[in-house]
Nanobody
Framework: QVQLEESGGGLVQSGGSLRLFCAAS???????LGWFRQAPGKEREFVAS????????AYADSVKGRFTISRDNAKNTVYLQMNSLKPEDTAVYHC?????????????????WGQGTQVTVAS
């Protein structure tokens, strides 16, 4: 089992920044970690992911150049630095953990989810 707890969400003005945190505990210290988001009335969508070593990173096109994912394995924490936020970034952001770095849409393997943290970007 892997437990994931997100924090750092909140209300910010358009153009502002927020930093999300996801603390992982339990098994899976070498798992890949990722962020997804779900806006009201929309499907959950991939945002970013990172391997345990940090060597491989991927972003959704919609956040490239604005968001940065990183991790501190000593603290079992993954971060999502979000800059130049837009109203369309408003969503509940969920942390995700997988034993393999596979964030393709067809992935059907083991994974764990956090409860999510709300990010609201006001125009």
């Amino acid at each position: 089992q892997v437990q994931l707890e997100e924090s750092g969400g909140g209300l910010v003005q358009s153009g502002g920044s927020l930093r999300l945190f996801c603390a992982a505990s339990g098994r899976g210290s070498t798992y890949a970690l990722g962020w997804f988001r779900q806006a009201p009335g929309k499907e959950r969508e991939f945002v970013a992911s990172i391997t345990w070593s940090g060597t491989n990173i991927a972003y959704a096109d919609s956040v490239k150049g604005r968001f940065t994912i990183s991790r501190d394995n000593a603290k079992n924490t993954v971060y999502l630095q979000m800059n130049s936020l837009k109203p369309e970034d408003t969503a509940v952001y969920h942390c995700n953990s997988r034993p393999v770095w596979d964030y393709s849409k067809n992935y059907r393997g083991l994974e764990y989810w956090g409860q999510g943290t709300q990010v609201t970007v006001a125009s």
